[in-house]
């Protein structure tokens, strides 16, 4: 059977080959997508590029790490209140709260329920009419417009007892906030191109401009990434900062109107804080003001929880970068996937499960 020629062993050495002959100097570059870091941990790319003198960062990519403890507190605090669902992604139930996480408050009687889509959640509410069904809705813009989407359905169907918990982030923003912050180590960005995909380049082009790097919109198969470090280090090299696409297969510069155009419907920028990265001037998503009927933050009575993750846990500096996983004290030892004590260990897409399922067993073997 003829290989999958993005995951080729043959086109990803001519790849590293290549990035090899064009590197004069250390560089360091940062992906910010869960998925791309487990490629990169899943195929050894990083290893197969320190030689070269290149080294991968991983940003803050993925969604469910970044949710802030205190959401994740309120969305437990929904799910025991009486008549009321909480409609979640898996992947969100494990991760922990302040105390304790949503699986565990399901265990102890709370109302949790796994949905595949937020129509899921419509429909449930559909179904049953005597319950309260909030969405906590968590993701980048890759899945907001679902969501949104989710809330056009529900108006069209008259529901009054389908809401939202909104935990929807933009990665523009955090990225921008990174490269603010004084002293970090980033030299190029590879925009993650499922982010790429649906919103377009346009929104890079002021970061390419006021931080003078290079940003190069990337897919998540080896030789996908693996190009997108050639670009960035060919522009490195270069001395240049522009913004490119090596993800053309997937990406325009315009981006899924449709999708945008649902987001713009239902959503606006706001400024909530994320996990390991504080607030963010237009870093997450809120309901507009037409939509706020479906806010379950306007229709039951939230308290504003303090942010509280275990003092051990180092996910901020995962996070942002400035650590590697494999780097926390915890990693691999007090914190595994089976005992988490933060996000990146839980999430399918977070940095710390990618270390642990791809490098910690070699190391610890
Ligand atoms: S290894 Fe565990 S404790 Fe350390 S930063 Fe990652 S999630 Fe937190």
Redesign the pocket.
């Given at each position: 059977m003829a290989s999958h020629p993005y995951r080729d062993r043959d086109a990803m050495r001519r790849c590293v080959e290549a990035i090899a002959r064009r590197v004069s100097q250390p560089w360091t570059l940062m992906e910010v997508c869960g998925g791309q870091t487990h490629a990169i941990l899943r195929h050894g790319l990083d290893r197969l590029l320190a030689p070269a003198g290149i080294a991968l960062i991983h940003g803050p990519g993925c969604p469910v790490c970044v949710t802030p403890t205190a959401r994740i507190d309120q969305a437990i605090a929904l799910a025991r209140t009486p008549g009321v669902i909480l409609c979640s992604f898996g992947d969100m139930l494990r991760v922990p709260g302040s105390g304790e996480d949503l699986s565990t408050a399901r265990a102890r009687g709370a109302r949790v329920q796994v949905v595949y889509s937020p129509l899921d959640a419509v429909r449930l509410a559909q179904r049953q009419p005597q319950d309260q069904v909030v969405f906590f809705a968590v993701g980048f813009e890759t899945t907001a417009p679902a969501t949104a989407l989710a809330v056009l359905q529900a108006q069209a169907l008259g529901l009054a007892n389908f809401s939202l918990l909104v935990a929807h982030v933009r990665v523009p923003p955090a990225v921008a906030a990174l490269l603010a912050t004084p002293n970090h180590r980033i030299q190029a960005l590879l925009a993650a191109g499922h982010v790429c995909a649906v919103m377009g380049l346009a929104e890079y082009a002021p970061l390419v401009r006021r931080f003078r790097l290079p940003v190069v919109a990337t897919g998540f198969e080896p030789v996908d990434i693996l190009q997108g470090v050639l670009r960035a280090v060919d522009q490195l090299e270069g001395g240049q900062a522009r913004l490119e696409n090596a993800y053309a297969r997937a990406v325009t510069d315009g981006g899924k109107g449709n999708a945008q155009r649902l987001l713009e419907t239902v959503f606006e920028p706001a400024t909530r804080p994320w996990r390991g990265l504080g607030e963010i001037p237009n870093g997450a998503l809120s309901l507009r003001p037409a939509w706020q009927a479906f806010d379950a933050e306007a229709r039951f009575p939230l308290d504003q929880m303090p942010e509280s993750s275990h003092p051990?846990?180092?996910?901020a500096a995962?996070l942002t970068g400035r650590l590697t996983?494999t780097e926390?004290p915890?990693?691999g030892r007090r914190?595994r996937p089976e005992h988490?004590?933060?996000a990146?260990?839980v999430s399918a897409e977070g940095a710390?499960a990618a270390y642990f399922h791809y490098r910690a067993p070699m190391e610890e073997g």
């Open positions: 051990d846990c180092q996910a995962v996983p926390c915890a990693f914190c988490p004590l933060g990146p260990m710390c």
